[in-house]
C-alpha cells in the first residue's frame, strides 16, 4: 500500500504584493513585486522576473496563438523581502502578539498599508 505525504504548510515570509529582491538565479539583483504565491511548492510568481517563452496554439478561432512570453515561479528561498520603511533587502521576524512581520534592520513593521 502506498502511503501519501501529508501536506504540511510553511508559514512564508513573502505575500501577494510585496515588493522581492532577488538573490539567485539569472535575474539576480533585480527587483519585482511578487503577483501569486503557490505555499504548496514554496514557490512565487514575481512582476518580470524569470521570464520564459511559452508557445500557445490556437484552440479557437478568436484567439491568439504565437510565442508568449510570461512569468515563471522562483523558489521563495531565493527572494528577500524589501521592507517598505527602510528601503532595503532584509530578513523578518514575526511579533508573537501581532503576528506582524518586523525588518530585522529598521524595527520597524514590514506590512504594506
Known amino acids: 500500500m502506498i502511503q501519501r505525504k501529508k501536506l504540511e504548510r510553511h508559514k512564508l515570509h513573502i505575500k501577494t504584493g510585496d515588493e522581492v529582491y532577488v538573490l539567485s538565479g539569472k535575474d539576480k539583483g ?15 510568481i514575481v512582476e518580470g522576473i524569470n521570464m ?48 506582524a512581520r518586523i525588518c530585522r534592520k529598521c524595527e520597524e513593521v514590514a506590512e504594506r498599508d
Do not use: Y
Open 52 to 99: 520564459i517563452i511559452k508557445h500557445v496554439r490556437r484552440t479557437s478561432p478568436q484567439q491568439q496563438s504565437g510565442r508568449i512570453e510570461r512569468e515563471a515561479p522562483v523558489h521563495i528561498s531565493n527572494l528577500k523581502l524589501i521592507c517598505p520603511r527602510c528601503n532595503q533587502a532584509t530578513r523578518t521576524r514575526r511579533d508573537l502578539k501581532t503576528r
Open 30 to 44: 533585480k527587483t519585482g513585486a511578487i503577483l501569486h504565491v503557490i505555499p504548496e511548492k514554496d514557490r512565487a
